[in-house]
């Protein structure tokens, strides 16, 4: 019986970025040879590649950097819902079924496959008021397999202004391809990077 579920795409040269964003670059700065024991790397990349949590500062100018955000809603019990096809937008209805008793943090499925080598720009946002009603519940983070709380074409933003509001945490490009709907316990925590607008976490999920 499978107990752990990684929830994090993989990360390299090929994966998709939001148009224009930063992706993975890799370079050997020293390799292992005749005058060198290791190899080390350098990496360049946008804190949105893969798995990633949205700190305010990336939808506030005056909002907090990712290494001040409290780690408690990374951590703990959450719910998976399948909203699969859900289009454009993310409605109350498509996860209304599985709200009973909704724990602190809810991770929503929209994709049959998540694809994990393009960016798709017809992802599935969040309408707003899903956000609010899901803070009225006492969910303290959102976590979906898409690249943006928004569709992709917003400017303006406001799922991302919900959450803001409300004090809600996000998750965003989950790998949920394989996991069942129910309650688990998630583990997604972000770096400690001190003035960055988000960060990649290595987002797992374990049977309760």
């Known amino acids: 019986m499978k107990t752990l579920w990684d929830i994090s795409p993989p990360i390299d040269a090929k994966s998709p970025v939001f148009p224009g964003d930063t992706g993975y670059r890799q370079r050997w700065v020293a390799e292992i040879g005749p005058d060198c024991p290791v190899n080390v790397s350098a990496i360049t990349l946008s804190p949105h590649v893969g798995a990633h949590a949205d700190a305010p500062?990336?939808?506030?100018?005056?909002?907090?950097?990712?290494?001040?955000?409290?780690?408690?809603?990374?951590?703990?019990?959450?719910?998976?819902?399948?909203?699969?096809?859900?289009?454009?937008?993310?409605?109350?209805?498509?996860?209304?079924?599985?709200?009973?008793?909704?724990?602190p943090r809810v991770l929503i499925r929209t994709y049959h496959r998540f694809p994990v080598d393009r960016f798709d720009p017809a992802l599935s946002g969040v309408d707003p008021g899903l956000v609010h009603a899901l803070a009225d519940r006492g969910?303290?983070?959102?976590?979906?397999?898409?690249?943006?709380?928004?569709?992709?074409?917003?400017?303006?933003?406001?799922?991302?202004?919900?959450?803001?509001?409300?004090?809600?945490?996000?998750?965003?490009?989950?790998?949920?391809?394989?996991?069942?709907?129910?309650?688990?316990?998630?583990?997604?925590?972000?770096?400690?990077?001190?003035?960055?607008?988000?960060s990649p976490v290595r987002a797992i999920l374990r049977e309760l």
């Open 139 to 198: 969910v303290t983070l959102i976590g979906l397999d898409s690249a943006s709380l928004d569709p992709a074409n917003s400017k303006e933003l406001p799922s991302h202004q919900a959450i803001r509001a409300r004090g809600v945490r996000v998750l965003e490009n989950l790998l949920l391809d394989d996991v069942p709907e129910g309650d688990y316990e998630l583990i997604a925590l972000p770096l400690k990077l001190v003035t960055a607008d988000a």
């Open 57 to 103: 500062l990336h939808y506030d100018p005056q909002g907090v950097a990712v290494g001040a955000l409290l780690l408690e809603p990374y951590l703990g019990r959450c719910r998976v819902i399948h909203a699969i096809g859900a289009s454009p937008l993310i409605e109350l209805t498509h996860v209304q079924h599985a709200l009973a008793d909704v724990p």
